[in-house]
């Protein structure tokens, strides 16, 4: 696939040379991106794809310390209104 430059990054800044690049959109990848920009640190994110994947029946569980993860990062109050805690695997 072909990188493109994003339309935005951390702060705005174009100079790739002063940007942490960030390869790929997956969880890892904006997790990342919402980490550097809380800390004002310059970023680009490079995604191959070029649109969103929108599969049906795909799920995601998360144990308690990716939920820790996600206060860290801001991100746990809001995900929690629509997501039910994962208490124990059968």
């Known amino acids: 696939g072909q990188s493109r430059a994003p339309e935005t990054d951390g702060e705005g800044a174009r ?17 990342t991106a919402v980490a550097f920009k809380s800390y004002k640190i310059p970023f680009v994110l490079v995604e191959r794809a070029q ?33 039910l805690p994962l208490e124990k695997v059968e």
């Open 15 to 31: 100079d790739w040379k002063k940007a942490i690049v960030i390869s790929g959109g997956g969880m890892a990848g904006l997790a």
């Open 51 to 83: 649109s969103l994947r929108d599969d049906e029946g795909t799920a995601i569980a998360l144990w308690n310390n990716a939920w820790v993860a996600l206060d860290a990062l801001g991100a746990g109050d809001k995900l929690r209104e629509n997501h």
